[in-house]
């Protein structure tokens, strides 16, 4: 992995220390995705993230409803939705989708970091410098708090992202992924962070709903 320089490694160091210090969190969460190559509509993603502990584990919920609007280019424009919920309880990753109609469906596997939302800690940090060159930029105000902001460049390609880390929590409250032009491909951001939130006991528990099909995958050979 390309070398960190000084700043940005203590940086970094500070901010895994915020997070691993949370015990709980929330926010709400917003997604855009801009029509562009390839994508033949824009969408838009509402939702919620919300995490506790367990012991050395993090109980996850994800939930995210995204809306497409697509221009078929004949004064027509579609809008459909699709609703996707994350559900790790400490053993089990559940993966469901629902898209219009006919399609439901729950994949259930064992858990890997990169197959859920990733918002912080060592683990998040390491899969960015694995393969980006990272660069600490100067502080900025996000949603009233102070921010690090650190530019991720790929060590292969010419896209880059830009990603915002709250002070206080160690928390990834923005990332704007850029294609080659600098445009914004993809954008993510947290608000309403909450620090202190409360969870039933069964909230990480995940039940299938009437009508999905659960794909087990947790025999899978990784």
């Known amino acids: 992995p390309p070398a960190l320089d000084e700043k940005t ?4 160091a500070e901010l895994t220390a915020r997070w691993d210090e949370l015990q709980a969190f929330s926010a709400t969460v917003s997604t ?7 994508n033949p509509g824009s969408t838009l993603g509402k939702g919620t993230y919300e995490w506790t502990k367990c012991g050395e584990k993090r109980l996850i919920r994800f939930y995210l409803v995204n809306t497409i609007r697509i221009d078929t280019g004949v004064a027509k424009t579609l809008h459909t939705a699709e609703i996707l919920n994350f559900v790790y ?13 006919t399609f439901k469906q729950t994949t259930k596997s064992r858990y890997e970091p990169d197959r ?20 600490l930029l100067p502080e900025e105000m996000l949603n009233g708090r102070a921010s690090y902001v650190i ?3 790929p060590t292969t390609g010419k896209s880059s992202s830009i990603h915002y880390f709250d002070k206080q929590t160690g928390v990834r409250s923005r990332m704007i992924e850029r294609d080659e032009t600098g445009k914004a491909t993809l954008t993510l951001t947290l608000s309403d962070l909450n620090t202190t939130p409360e969870f039933s006991e069964d909230y990480f528990t995940y039940e299938l709903p009437e009508g999905f099909e659960l794909i087990d995958k947790t025999h899978d050979k990784p």
């Open 32 to 38: 855009e995705l801009p029509q562009g190559a390839g």
């Open 151 to 153: 530019e991720a460049t």
């Open 89 to 101: 309880d400490g053993e089990f990753l559940y993966s469901q989708l629902q898209q219009p109609k």
């Open 116 to 135: 859920v939302l990733q918002i912080g800690g060592k683990d998040m940090f390491r899969g960015l410098s694995e393969s980006n060159s990272l660069k």
């Open 9 to 12: 490694r203590m940086a970094i």
